[in-house]
């Protein structure tokens, strides 16, 4: 069972928003640690989406963007594109673990 | 370009052994954490294990803990994960990644394209 809970689907229209959401506890997220957001294509390796919470590596999408509070995080995809289907994973560290965790992944439809 | 190329995947029966390795090119290897992170097939993702820059410091999953060890040597550039007391729920996609940020905060980017261990339960 993964640490951190993501919804196992979401869906929109071409053209809208989504919300992508991601639920830990005090002992990752609500800890202060910081949440990373990975793309993810059939048959392909993870791609960093967002780092340190908000932040976007070189080449990601202003339409992607990040954001925490309390002991969650959410990802939001602007201006939804059919390139965009795709599985995305969070990722935080969990010091009663003592590593590194992640959401179970949430697959995007866009209709 | 920074790339990072997995191979050692095989299909081992339950209770065997298996190296992973992941050789990388294009970064100052040494300078940087390295993890191994898995993916069974239709599932989700799994951190295994990490490394520091020196190889002082090694993580590990509870699930691997006692099973698994990760090395590097970085005269080759190369990071490796022993794999021992191989079980059926240990089928999956290995990949290397290297893994970045500091306190409070760490990541993986990029990432290899992933070796495949399959142990028949």
């Known amino acids: 069972q993964p640490v951190l809970t993501q919804p196992p689907s979401v869906s929109g229209a071409s053209g809208q928003r989504v919300l992508i959401s991601c639920t830990g506890n005090?002992?990752?997220?609500?800890?202060?640690?910081?949440v990373q957001w990975y793309q993810q294509f059939p048959g392909t390796a993870p791609k960093l989406l967002i780092y340190?919470?908000?932040n976007r590596p070189s080449g990601v999408p202003d339409r992607f963007s990040g954001s925490k509070s309390g002991t969650s995080a959410s990802l939001a995809i602007t201006g939804l594109q059919t390139d965009d289907e795709a599985d995305y994973y969070c990722?935080?560290?969990?010091?009663?673990?003592?590593?590194?965790?992640f959401g179970g992944g949430t697959k995007l439809t866009v209709l | 370009e920074v790339q990072l190329v997995e191979s050692g995947g095989a299909m081992v029966q339950p209770g065997g052994s298996l190296r992973l390795s992941c050789a990388a090119s294009?970064?100052?290897?040494?300078?940087?954490?390295m993890s191994w992170v898995r993916q069974a097939p239709g599932k989700g993702l799994e951190w295994v294990s990490s490394?520091?820059?020196?190889?002082?410091?090694?993580n590990y999953a509870g699930s691997v803990k006692g099973r698994v060890t990760v090395s590097r040597d970085n005269s080759r550039n190369t990071l490796y994960l022993q794999m021992n007391s191989l079980r059926g729920d240990d089928t999956a996609l290995y990949y290397c990644?290297?893994?970045?940020?500091?306190?409070?905060?760490?990541?993986?980017?990029?990432w290899g394209q992933g070796t495949l261990v399959t142990v028949p339960s």
């Open positions: 990644a290297t893994q970045l940020g500091g306190y409070l905060t760490n990541w993986f980017d990029p």
């Open positions: 294009g970064f100052t290897f040494g300078n940087n954490a």
């Open positions: 490394i520091s820059g020196s190889g002082a410091t090694k």
């Open positions: 005090s002992s990752n997220i609500g800890a202060g640690y910081d």
């Open positions: 340190g919470n908000v």
């Open positions: 990722q935080s560290h969990d010091r009663s673990v003592k590593g590194v965790v």
